[in-house]
């Protein structure tokens, strides 16, 4: 059973967040974003069992120093980076939908494509970014890379996806419509979940350092890493957070 602690506001969960097994179909923006965002909570539901895919909207080739200068060897960098991290956290597959970086937009066609993803892979539960939250804790800007990435998931899942009336044409293909259940945005303006992921930081930060192209030096990368949890009764915890919305039961 769930061991889960309801505060006012905000679900505090340390332990298994169910108890059936789970599809889970990561969906963000750029590569090393599932790490980054809330690659911890991905290590845990590994764990324990649950079936992640991931799902990247662009290969992020803005986002690297200019020691690489050909966008299609960055891309391929970055492919082969966001595989072994996945990977290291314990993802079955990767896809990639190769929108141009820095450009990407919540567009009627890239709902369609999400649609067809979604359909495709059947998944209980995805996981996106809160397109709502514009700065990060209020203290700086969020990629709107990101905001877009998350406004489009949202769009794609309700009503679309589960609704035979849109897409008629991907029914005919074999994508047929379907319910998620569960919803969770990772870097929340407000969160309503927070998962205490101290057991899985090591791997977290494990599979951060496959990026190697982004990370600049590992041993800087690392302590700023550690540094990030909290003490709490003289131990140091970490935790992640989300919005979650729960869709369907
Ligand atoms: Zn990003």
């Not at 679900?11 to 298994?16: I, K, L």
């Not at 870097?187 to 990370?215: C, F, G, R, Y």
Request: with cysteine; proline share 4%; hydrophobic share 40%.
């Amino acid at each position: 059973m769930s061991k889960i602690l309801q505060t006012t506001k905000t679900t505090f969960t340390d332990s298994r967040t169910w108890d059936d097994q789970k599809k889970i179909l990561v969906i963000l923006a750029h590569p090393d974003d599932p790490e980054f965002f809330c690659g911890a909570t991905l290590a845990k539901w590994a764990g324990e069992g649950h079936q992640i895919t991931y799902c990247l909207l662009t290969h992020g080739e803005k986002g690297t120093n200019t020691e690489f200068s050909d966008i299609d060897y960055i891309k391929e960098i970055r492919e082969k980076e966001q595989k072994e991290a996945a990977f290291a956290i314990g993802a079955q597959k990767v896809l990639f939908m190769n929108h141009p970086d820095g450009f990407l937009e919540a567009t009627l066609s890239l709902r369609k494509e999400l649609v067809q993803v979604m359909r495709k892979e059947q998944p209980d539960i995805v996981v996106s970014c809160d397109p709502s939250n514009f700065f990060i804790h209020g203290e700086s800007i969020n990629h709107p890379d990101h905001r877009a990435a998350g406004l489009a998931v949202v769009e794609a899942i309700f009503p679309a996806v589960q609704n035979d009336d849109f897409y008629p044409e991907l029914l005919d293909e074999g994508f047929n419509s379907h319910h998620i259940q569960e919803l969770w945005l990772s870097l929340p303006l407000e969160a309503n979940i927070v998962v205490d992921v101290t057991m899985q930081w090591e791997t977290k930060i494990a599979a951060l350092l496959k990026h190697k192209s982004q990370i600049g030096n590992s041993e800087v990368f690392k302590d700023r890493m550690k540094n990030r949890g909290k003490v709490i009764f003289g131990k140091k915890k970490y935790f992640e957070e989300f919005h979650r919305l729960v869709i369907r039961k």
